[in-house]
């Protein structure tokens, strides 16, 4: 089992940037692909971005790609997600996620956190 705990949501106005955290515990969880994925009200959940077991390779929604970086720090379980150049539709529940490959399924989630982007 591995759990799974968000941080770093908040409001920030259009242009602005956040970054989120995702600390993981549990077996092997530094082994697992991790990835992070939204909710916007009203809209079914979609991917944003995930970084396989290594670091070595990042995978983005065009949506986000230029203005999202996704990283992860294994000594210390973690994986980050840096939101740049903030948009409104950007707005909306932010999930990791961890998996065996990073192209999914994935596995294991945690409950959220929202990200809201004023314009």
């Known amino acids: 089992q591995v759990q799974l705990v968000e941080s770093g949501g908040g409001l920030v106005q259009a242009g602005g940037s956040l970054r989120l955290s995702c600390a993981a515990s549990?077996?092997?969880?530094?082994?697992?692909?991790r990835g992070w994925f939204r909710q916007a009200p009203g809209k079914e959940r979609e991917f944003v971005a995930a970084?396989?077991?290594?670091?070595?390779?990042?995978y983005y929604a065009d949506s986000v790609k230029g203005r999202f970086t996704i990283s992860r720090d294994n000594a210390n379980n973690a994986v980050y997600l840096q939101m740049n150049s903030l948009k409104p539709e950007d707005t909306g529940v932010y999930y990791c996620?961890?998996?065996?490959?990073?192209?999914?399924?994935?596995?294991?989630w945690g409950q959220g956190t929202q990200v809201t982007v004023s314009s």
């Open positions: 996620a961890a998996g065996i490959r990073s192209a999914g399924p994935f596995d294991y």
């Open positions: 549990g077996r092997a969880s530094s082994t697992y692909a």
């Open positions: 970084i396989n077991w290594s670091g070595g390779s990042s």
